[in-house]
């Protein structure tokens, strides 16, 4: 597999993700994924198993409108390293703020991800982001332009 065929792959999965796609996300997951998640965060329990875990992101999509981007990739044989961002808007206030994180991403000799470790501070009142950092001068996304140099989502509606 190359480092194309996996930014394709966590393309399409952050598609599905942003759409609530389910069978766009589960075309890109092993049937027994794990998704670990950094605590103290919102739902940081790990979720197990490739359905349940598409079904927990259309979840998420639905409550609070996220959209994901793939900003950065680093790239080697059977794993992946992302910087993303989530865009999405708190229940509490209502506003569109952002959440930048990273994940490493594991996959099957198949190319689909086996595994997702996800490392995020999320903050309903405020962005989340590197300080003083030059997103827009390195191609990350920001407010007002949700894709990045090497993302742009499918523009498919949220799926019931």
């Given at each position: 597999?190359?480092?194309?065929?996996?930014?394709?792959?966590?393309?399409?999965?952050y598609?599905?993700c942003?759409?609530g796609?389910?069978?766009?996300?589960?075309?890109?997951l092993?049937?027994d994924?794990?998704?670990?998640?950094?605590?103290?965060?919102?739902?940081?329990?790990?979720?197990?198993?490739?359905?349940?875990?598409?079904?927990?992101?259309?979840?998420?999509?639905?409550?609070?409108e996220?959209?994901?981007?793939?900003?950065?990739l680093?790239d080697g044989?059977?794993?992946?390293?992302?910087e993303?961002?989530?865009?999405?808007?708190?229940l509490?206030?209502?506003?569109?703020?952002?959440?930048r994180?990273a994940?490493?991403?594991?996959?099957a000799?198949?190319?689909?991800?086996?595994?997702?470790?996800?490392?995020?501070?999320?903050h309903?009142?405020?962005?989340s982001?590197?300080?003083?950092?030059?997103?827009?001068?390195?191609?990350?996304?920001?407010?007002?332009?949700?894709?990045?140099?090497?993302h742009?989502?499918?523009?498919?509606?949220?799926?019931?």
């Open positions: 597999m190359t480092g194309g065929d996996h930014l394709a792959t966590i393309s399409r999965y598609d599905g942003s759409t796609d389910v069978d766009l996300m589960r075309q890109t092993a049937d994924v794990v998704h670990w998640f950094l605590a103290p965060n919102p739902g940081s329990a790990p979720v197990r198993g490739g359905e349940h875990l598409a079904r927990y992101w259309r979840k998420v999509r639905g409550l609070i996220a959209v994901w981007i793939v900003d950065h680093l044989a059977t794993e992946a390293v992302i993303w961002t989530m865009y999405w808007t708190p509490e206030s209502g506003l569109r703020v952002s959440t994180g994940e490493w991403f594991a996959f000799a198949d190319g689909r991800i086996t595994e997702i470790r996800s490392y995020y501070s999320q309903p009142d405020r962005d982001e590197l300080a003083g950092f030059p997103y827009p001068d390195r191609g990350y996304s920001r407010h007002g332009a949700e894709h990045s140099r090497i742009t989502p499918s523009s498919k509606e949220p799926q019931p």
